[in-house]
Every structure is written in structure tokens, then in C-alpha cells.
């Protein structure tokens, strides 16, 4: 079955560390979508990439790095410059045609914790 | 004035009952999406709709374009309903279009 993969389930990082979370779809998507959700407030879009090398700022993306070298895969990097880290990590991914007008397909997220 | 509100934000409902979520946003959209999340986390895309009705099962999804208000009906709830119910605005079309998610509403369906 076609979908979208984020792992780990869970994340733990030390303060000062980078960490990476990866997000993996075999639905032939070009776009995907990277969303952070905090306690009582809506998902908010960190990162998008519409195409293979190539992706955009989202509304917070201070703190975050992606990057887009194949299709399928679009990895986000919680950087040490990110203050708030701890919150739930949603990927997602939609069909370019009709860009707007398909649904956007969801990952079962990640929770990076500080410790 | 955020841009989504949802209401109500909890909602206990016993097994049988008719749902209604609702949904009012404060600027032009081109289409609005209704999704449903797990206790684990996970979304799932339930309707994106740019006007009137759209039917699936035990759900409905209305829109009102004017009135800048959606719902979300859900028929004959069942425990396996209970889940947060997040209503997205979407601004924008072709390649240049945002989404704006509301807080959720957390439904709990009770045997």
C-alpha cells in the first residue's frame, strides 16, 4: 500500500544537538510538506518542497534545514538554533497536478522531546 | 481574531448520536479541508470541498462560501469516531496556495 513513512516514532535529543527526522513516501508525490503541532494550536507549515531539489520556507522555519535530493524522501533537521524544539512533526504530501486542488496525505508524525 | 475558529473545542457524545462540528474562517478561501487525527497522532484527509455538500459514509461536509462557515456531520457515531476533527482553509490555487489549520475539535464517542 502507497504512504507516507516518518520515523522515529519518537525522538529524544540532548540540548546543542542537531537531529534528523525522516519522512519517506512511495505515493509518486512531487510535493511534500513538513508541519510542527503544539499543544492547543493548529499545525503550522515549517517547510515545503514542490519539486526534487528544490523547497521553501514555510511560516517558522528559524531553527530548521531540509533538503530534497530524491522524490520520495524529504528529511527535516531540528537544529541546535531552534529554541523550541519539543512538539509533534507531521510530514505530508500531495499530487502536483492541480496543484490546490488535491488533498494533502499525512504521515503518523513524530515526537521530539528535549531532555 | 484568529483566522479559523472551531467549535465546539470538546465534544462527548454517546454511541448513536448525530455529530456537528463547525468551522468559520475569516478570509476568501478557495476550497477548505476537513481531517481527522488519531490518539497516535496520525492525519487522515476526510473532504476538501469548495462548495455545497460532500457525502462519505457517515460523514458530511458542508460549506457556505458567503457565510465563510463549514461543518462536519457525522451519523449514527460510533467509539471508533472519537478522534480530533481539524478544519483547513485553504487560500490560494495553482502552485501558491496555503492551508490554515484550526485547533481540532476532540470528539469522544462513549459506548
Known amino acids: 500500500d502507497g504512504g507516507i513513512t516518518q520515523s522515529p516514532k519518537y525522538l529524544f535529543r540532548k540540548e546543542g544537538q542537531n537531529v534528523t527526522l525522516s519522512c519517506e513516501q512511495n505515493?509518486?508525490?512531487?510535493?511534500m510538506y513538513w508541519y510542527r503541532q503544539d499543544p492547543g494550536q493548529g499545525l503550522r507549515l515549517i517547510y515545503y518542497s514542490q519539486i526534487v531539489n528544490d523547497f521553501q520556507k514555510g511560516d517558522i522555519a528559524e531553527g530548521y534545514s531540509v533538503s530534497r535530493e530524491k522524490k520520495e524522501s524529504f528529511p527535516l533537521t531540528v537544529t541546535s538554533a531552534q529554541k523550541n524544539p519539543t512538539a509533534f512533526y507531521l510530514c505530508?504530501?500531495?499530487?502536483?497536478?492541480?496543484?490546490?486542488?488535491?488533498?494533502?496525505?499525512f504521515g503518523d508524525g513524530t515526537r521530539l522531546s528535549i531532555l | 481574531k484568529n483566522e479559523v475558529e472551531q467549535s465546539p473545542q470538546n465534544l462527548t457524545a454517546q454511541e448513536g448520536e448525530f455529530i456537528t462540528i463547525n468551522c468559520s474562517y475569516s478570509?476568501?478561501?478557495?476550497?477548505l479541508h476537513w481531517l481527522q487525527q488519531h490518539p497516535g497522532g496520525g492525519i487522515v484527509s476526510l473532504f476538501m470541498l469548495s462548495s455545497g455538500k460532500k457525502k462519505h459514509g457517515r460523514l458530511i461536509a458542508t460549506i457556505n462560501i458567503q457565510e465563510k462557515h463549514s461543518s462536519l456531520h457525522i451519523t449514527a457515531s460510533h467509539p471508533r469516531d472519537s478522534a480530533v476533527y481539524i478544519c483547513a482553509p485553504q487560500r490560494g490555487g495553482g502552485s501558491n496556495y496555503k492551508l490554515t489549520f484550526g485547533k481540532g475539535t476532540l470528539l469522544t464517542v462513549n459506548p
Open positions: 505515493l509518486n508525490h512531487d510535493a
Open positions: 505530508a504530501s500531495s499530487r502536483e497536478e492541480g496543484w490546490g486542488n488535491q488533498p494533502q496525505h
Open positions: 478570509v476568501g478561501i478557495s476550497a
